[in-house]
């Protein structure tokens, strides 16, 4: 593993997990809170629409640098960043699309056990 990869490495590890940690807060425990029945819930749509974001970035940091800095911008500390590519964009509105879709679905779940979202 070359020194250049061990930036893209910690920064995607950080992105996973927050998009890992942000995924059981704001979707699996409401979810769990709401099976058991709990007097109230909370989640946060902003939070559930950017954990994909989160996510898929960190995995794009991990397993491919190059299109990290080719299509995303790379990490700005290193170089200067530059901006990101169509390429780009469109893999952060797939993500956000994706977000969004999570968010319905758990809103659907949520209204289904009787919790106003």
Known sequence: MSKDR????????????????????????PIRMAENGSASITTSRAIIVLSPLFFLYGLAYIISPKFVEQHLGGIPKEKPSSPSSIIGWLFSIIAIAIGIGLMVWVQALLNQLGYKF
């Not at 061990?6 to 425990?29: D, E, H, N, Q």
């Open 6 to 29: 061990i930036p893209y490495l910690k920064t995607g590890a950080l992105l996973l997990l927050i998009g890992f940690v942000s995924t059981y807060l704001s979707c699996y425990r």
